[in-house]
């Protein structure tokens, strides 16, 4: 997934329980939508740097840091109604070494592929 | 200093920085500046300046309150007010805030209504000559014939939804007086209460869509018919959300969140705290004061003083404490609230 993925175009699907419906409604009527558009590519900017950072955790037994590194996530998937990833981000929480964390960080990144408008929303 | 209002935001997360960016630069004559490291930050002290300053509550090398304590150690700094935004800020965190000379703490994901809100209630502190008309107030957007328009589709809307509503008709003008008047003593912005009162009023229009027969049912309702009930909270934000207004936006959120519980067994999405926004949580306060101040199909009015007892019992796990707090300090308003809009025959007029 990269900042590229991030257009314009009308999505070809779009899964209900990637968007917190009610924050995203709330983002998108106070920032609009491209500025959603823009935070969204940063935090998608950071989510290769996260992943590795996790991986680096995971590798050394680093524990405090791996959940330093989940805190940052959930943190950005909440303020930006990313519902799916947050869930996914607690439940990575409760065993924070676990070697297939990085990867299911990104599975579930690669999920995001568009700020969905208004009507996608409701 | 040249700009109006300079709010210096402290946190090591970039979207929560490029976020709580955007929405302070839409107040006008706001500037930001934006620091995710707190050590480069205290290494500058010398040369820094702000009128408000944001901080994360946890950093990776110094947190928030320790950091506060820091800025504050600055004699130029030492008035200038302080918020803190932290994952679910718990009672001993409050204090340790407290403790350190910050004025607010504020739940994240943060609420972007409540967080201008709390920038703006901060900007007046530092700035007490600052009249109601201040800049930072809230961008005025719309000419005064264009919301003088969005105050008659309000009203036409709440005169609709009333209609269905077995609610005595004056229950949603009530409830929307008291959540003004709560947010007042909350030391909310004048221009929110505003649009608290304006949006309050329609915080039931989900019920439009109920069923006849759900709505003038007497007795106790079943387990399916609660559900059913309930799901009014669910419609009323799917009638009024996407709205470009503000506050529409505030009375959708409303409608949804209205009927939460502090202790998180509310419904429809079980939020807990300030997971619940400040919009809902006032409404909690104000919906439930009237209705047990009102005569029902199943009871007759409490007196004010029994409603105050239970809003002060149910204070943290139905209510949000500093809701009912804020509210409780304000009886006498209250009161008087409730003797100029009596609903017929209520026996209110002696209940205070």
């Known amino acids: 997934m990269t900042a590229a993925a991030l257009t314009d175009a009308d999505p070809p699907s779009a899964r209900p329980d990637v968007w917190d419906e009610q924050r ?57 109604g990313l519902a799916a990833l947050a869930a996914a981000v607690r439940t990575l929480r409760n ?17 995001i592929r568009f700020v969905p408008s208004l009507k996608h929303a409701s | 200093m040249s700009a109006k209002l300079s709010v210096l935001i402290v946190d090591d997360n970039r979207t929560n920085l490029a976020l709580m960016d955007m929405l302070l630069r839409k107040l006008p004559g706001c500037v930001t500046q934006l620091q995710t490291d707190a050590h480069a930050l205290l290494a500058g002290i010398d040369r820094l300046d702000y009128d408000i300053a944001v901080l994360a509550c946890r950093l990776p090398q110094i947190d928030g309150i320790t950091l ?130 304006h949006a309050a009023p329609l915080h039931d229009i989900g019920k439009a869509r109920l069923p006849d027969a759900l709505l003038r049912k007497s007795g106790f309702l079943s387990p399916e018919e609660r559900r059913e009930m309930e799901e009014h909270t669910r419609i009323g934000h799917g009638m009024l959300q996407g709205a470009r207004s503000r506050v529409f936006r505030m009375a ?12 998180g067994s509310g419904y429809p999405q079980r939020l807990k705290g300030e997971k619940i926004p400040l919009t809902g949580r006032i409404a909690a306060v104000a919906d439930v004061f009237d209705a047990l101040t009102s005569i029902k199909s199943y009871k007759t009015s409490w007196s004010i003083a029994n409603a105050f007892t239970y809003l002060h019992d149910n204070a943290g796990e ?35």
């Open chain 2, 68 to 197: 506060a304590s820091r800025l504050r150690d600055e004699p130029r700094l030492r008035h200038k007010p302080i918020l803190l935004t932290a994952d679910e800020p718990n009672q001993g965190m409050r204090g340790s805030a407290a403790d350190a000379g910050i004025a607010e703490v504020l739940g994240k994901p943060i609420n972007p209504v409540e967080f201008r809100a709390r920038i703006q209630g901060l900007a007046h502190q530092r700035s007490p000559q600052a009249d109601s008309a201040s800049p930072w107030d809230e961008p005025a957007g719309a000419p005064p014939e264009v919301t003088a328009r969005e105050e008659e589709y309000l009203n036409a809307l709440v005169r609709v939804a009333g209609y269905r509503e077995q609610e005595s008709p004056l229950h949603s003008q009530r409830m929307a007086r008291y959540c003004a008047i709560l947010a007042h003593n909350l030391g909310l912005p004048e221009e929110f209460c505003r649009d608290l009162r």
């Open chain 1, 24 to 80: 995203l409604a709330s983002l998108l009527a106070d920032v609009g939508e491209a500025g959603l558009r823009d935070i969204l590519r940063l935090f998608m900017a950071d989510v290769p740097f996260l992943q590795s950072r996790l991986a680096a955790a995971i590798a050394t037994g680093n524990e405090h840091e791996a959940r330093s590194v989940l805190g940052l996530a959930l943190d950005s998937a909440e303020a930006l």
């Open chain 2, 252 to 263: 959708a959120e409303i409608a949804l969140t209205h009927h939460e519980r502090w202790d």
């Open chain 2, 318 to 352: 139905q209510f949000d404490p500093a809701c009912v707090a804020a509210f409780e300090s304000a009886r006498e308003e209250i009161a008087e609230v409730m003797r100029a809009m009596p609903d017929p025959d209520d026996g209110t007029a002696d209940a205070a």
């Open chain 1, 95 to 111: 065993d924070p070494l676990a070697t297939g964390n990085p990867d299911i960080l990104a599975q579930e990144a690669a999920r």
